[in-house]
């Protein structure tokens, strides 16, 4: 077996018994049932993916996976592709969005170059795990070979891993491509038999004029490519993405290895909507940070049957939203490990 399926063989169902255990210790803090609401839910989940009576969250780590689109030649992005490698630098010096919220929930970003249409060569801090230069045009054929969607699932599984030696207790999901919510839309349209106009929004702001040519692309990469919805690795292979695959692959290497992860935006879900495609449990093991103004999120949440923790009208990517979801994951395993039993404080619990 390659890496991907025995990287599939390792996933199992969270222990039912483990959830009702935690709810209980949580019905025994001092406050009526249930009254912290989704904290309680994040607290009882983190327990059951770990296998953790007292999980510890004090590693965090955002992976920003960059990966350039062959599609940008048709005109979908207000950004050229130049804009990639820069933003990469950026991430490095620590000024981008992503930065600035890790630091704030006490979160380390780990840049990965899964697929930049440029030489980094020795640049200090970044990731070196390209696959290619890009992928194709997936207007014109597909975007990558079977091979290189390997390779690029292959990166996030073995990110995961080592995650899992280093004794990272959450791990978030982030990207960066310019042109990458057209593979989105495309992924999210094929897997679920839904229009690209249905799917598809302004992504880093064009216009309508664009927006027309970004669906057109679409169309025509899914009528040429014609993607088997039933097979989510040749979804991948025809109209993904080289980060979109890094992404998948993390998703499905921390639920290998009961690591709690954080999805952000409409990029990395689609890379968690391929991971769960691969394999029903992976829901289970992913937290959805937020849900983005671009239109075809909402239909990639309701297909993996995720909940959204926040709804901030964010669209930027780069794991800023699951940054800011980690203080809400942490806050509830806290009340967990923190707040006081009846017993301890000394109050009369709820009359029977």
Do not use: W
Request: contains cysteine.
């Amino acid at each position: 077996m390659n890496l991907l399926e025995t990287t599939l063989a390792r996933i199992t169902p969270l222990d039912a018994d483990l959830l009702q255990q935690t709810q209980l210790r949580l019905d025994n803090k001092t406050k009526p049932p249930g009254s912290l609401g989704r904290l309680e839910e994040f607290a009882r989940r983190v327990v059951a993916i770990s296998g953790k009576a007292v999980p510890d969250l004090a590693k965090k780590v955002i992976f920003t996976f960059a990966g350039d689109h062959g599609v940008v030649e048709e005109g979908v992005s207000a950004f050229p592709k130049e804009v990639t490698p820069q933003m990469v630098f950026n991430f490095l010096r620590g000024g981008a969005g992503v930065n600035v919220l890790a630091r704030h929930a006490g979160a380390e970003v780990r840049v990965v170059d899964v697929g930049v249409d440029f030489d980094f060569e020795d640049c200090p801090g970044l990731l070196h795990k390209k696959v290619a230069r890009g992928t194709r045009n997936l207007a014109k054929g597909p975007a990558m070979t079977r091979d290189e969607a390997l390779a690029a699932l292959a990166v996030g599984i073995e990110l995961a891993e080592q995650c899992s030696r280093d004794g990272v207790g959450l791990v978030g999901t982030g990207e960066m491509g310019i042109g990458n919510t057209t593979p989105s839309s495309a992924i999210i349209a094929a897997i679920g038999g839904f229009s690209p106009e249905q799917v598809t929004h302004r992504g880093t702001g064009i216009n309508d004029q664009a927006l027309q040519i970004k669906i057109t692309a679409i169309k025509k990469g899914l009528e040429l490519n014609r993607p088997d919805p039933t097979d989510p690795l040749d979804v991948l292979i025809k109209v993904g993405g080289l980060e979109i695959a890094a992404i998948a692959g993390l998703v499905l290497g921390c639920a290998a290895n009961r690591i709690p992860v954080v999805v952000d935006g409409f990029i990395s879900t689609a890379g968690a909507l391929i991971a769960s495609e691969l394999h029903p449990q992976v829901r289970e093991y992913l937290f959805a940070a937020h849900e983005s103004v671009e239109v075809g999120h909402r239909f990639m949440l309701e297909r993996i049957g995720a909940r959204p923790m926040l709804a901030l009208d964010l669209r930027l990517g780069e794991g800023t939203g699951a940054a800011l979801a980690m203080h809400l994951i942490e806050a509830g395993v806290k009340i967990l490990l923190e707040m006081a039993t009846f017993e301890q404080a000394g109050v009369t619990g709820k009359q029977e």
